[in-house]
């Protein structure tokens, strides 16, 4: 049977550094295109699970074994990814240690939530904001923030 | 650039049908293999929504024009779907109306969501377990239930 032709699906993951004053987050500094600051992330495999895709590129990237606490929401519009339509997951995960730049990564800050480095690529200053409401302790609504 | 080989996404949606007492789901008899009944869902296009893709796919398969409520959660084991690699995110909806069933959906039944016809297909009775936990208030919680 022929598979379907779909968007990519992506896993994205927003890091808090929960031994630090503060819990500060991971960003990354794009090695490939398009280039810029994001946050850990990248493509589901087959075979593997949206969550353990998550984890996995947060290891890959950065080093860290990292713990998910929530799924924030689901991001989807077609032109939020300029290298083709790709649906992503973002993921709340907390992680304990000292992040390195690897992989895709050529570069990592770990910053407030509030002052991430730029440019942010994709639609990560969209998913930062949600985060920053989700942070602030109002209810998380994957559907109205997708 | 080349495509990332990555699962397929699908939306599915349990539709609460509001105007009926005890607010029933709809659920329709499949077509094509697997055969057996499901929730209305399937796959999303390029350049759409996950939001807009389970929208029409509630409208071409039961004829309910549906209002999307909440993202029950993201289910991505890789042997959930036997056709191969599936991710689903399931929304859940409200509608109000006279369903009926068309285009992939063979038959329809408006059940109690603690009764749902058999055989139920895919990984469709353990989100439904998670929806009654939701129904009862439980939290919603995307991460735990996926």
């Known amino acids: 049977m022929s598979r379907p032709v779909t968007p990519a699906i992506a896993a994205d993951v927003i890091i808090e550094l929960s031994d ?19 946050l850990p992330g990248g493509f589901v495999d087959i075979g593997e699970t949206v969550e353990a895709a998550a984890v996995r590129e947060a290891r890959e990237e950065t080093g860290l074994e990292v713990e998910l606490k929530a799924l924030l929401g689901c991001y989807s ?23 390195e730049a690897r992989d895709d990564a050529k570069n990592l800050h770990i910053r407030p939530p509030d002052q991430p480095p730029a440019p942010l690529v994709f639609d990560h200053p969209r998913i930062l904001q949600h985060y920053l409401r989700y942070r602030r302790g109002q209810p998380l609504s994957p559907l109205n923030l997708g």
Chains 1, 2 share one sequence.
Not at 20 to 38: C, D, K, S, T
């Open 77 to 99: 519009k077609p032109d939020r990814d300029p290298r083709g339509h790709t649906v992503s997951l973002v993921f709340v995960a907390e992680a304990a240690g000292t992040p």
């Open 20 to 38: 630090r004053p503060g819990r500060p987050v991971v960003f990354i500094e794009r090695l490939n295109p398009p280039h810029g600051w994001a």
